[in-house]
């Protein structure tokens, strides 16, 4: 498969914002950074593309949950042998749009992040003293 990269400009990328069940509230934002077009059509003859993203996650702590910020956070896999993330409950989350691009053909593509399950990283902390979470999440695209 022949994979072509096509340049595109962001018309819509909004916040989400999870509330979890310990009281925290994370932003959390996943940013279209690559689009590739395949070269495939779908069934009704659509553009099939290939995509990456980063995802950004800014957490909210309550004062209880908050501790004195990390040195250093050691790599997940490694953090999971000495203890397990705990699993945190969703709430609500707000702000489940879909983001919009223009590719440079001037076609249009959205995705969506479907959030699905939420852990904490017991013992570490962000610089500003929040519990380091992390978001399992699956995105989306639409043309």
Same mark, same amino acid.
Request: no cysteine.
């Given at each position: 498969?022949?994979?072509?990269?096509?340049?595109?400009?962001?018309?819509?990328?909004?916040?989400?914002?999870?509330?979890?069940?310990?009281?925290?509230? %994370? @932003?959390?934002? +996943? &940013?279209?950074?690559?689009?590739?077009?395949? *070269?495939q059509?779908?069934?009704?003859g $659509?553009?099939?593309?290939?995509?990456?993203?980063?995802?950004?996650?800014?957490?909210?702590?309550?004062?209880?949950?908050?501790?004195?910020?990390?040195?250093?956070?050691?790599?997940i896999?490694?953090?999971?042998? %000495? @203890?397990?993330? +705990? &699993?945190?409950?969703?709430?609500?989350?707000? *702000?489940?749009?879909?983001?919009?691009? $223009?590719?440079?053909?001037?076609?249009?593509?959205?995705?969506?992040?479907?959030?699905?399950?939420?852990?904490?990283?017991?013992?570490?902390?962000?610089?500003?003293?929040?519990?380091?979470?992390?978001?399992?999440?699956?995105?989306?695209? +639409?043309?």
């Amino acid at each position: 498969m022949q994979l072509k990269e096509i340049d595109f400009k962001a018309l819509k990328e909004n916040w989400m914002h999870i509330h979890l069940e310990d009281g925290t509230i %994370i @932003r959390f934002k +996943s &940013v279209l950074t690559r689009v590739f077009d395949t *070269g495939q059509r779908d069934p009704v003859g $659509e553009p099939i593309y290939r995509i990456d993203s980063q995802n950004v996650v800014v957490a909210r702590a309550p004062e209880e949950l908050k501790g004195i910020p990390s040195e250093f956070v050691p790599p997940i896999h490694e953090i999971a042998k %000495i @203890r397990k993330p +705990s &699993v945190v409950k969703i709430r609500a989350i707000v *702000g489940e749009d879909w983001n919009e691009y $223009e590719l440079e053909d001037g076609s249009r593509i959205k995705t969506k992040t479907i959030v699905t399950k939420v852990l904490r990283l017991d013992g570490f902390f962000d610089a500003y003293g929040n519990p380091i979470y992390i978001i399992q999440s699956q995105m989306v695209v +639409s043309s």
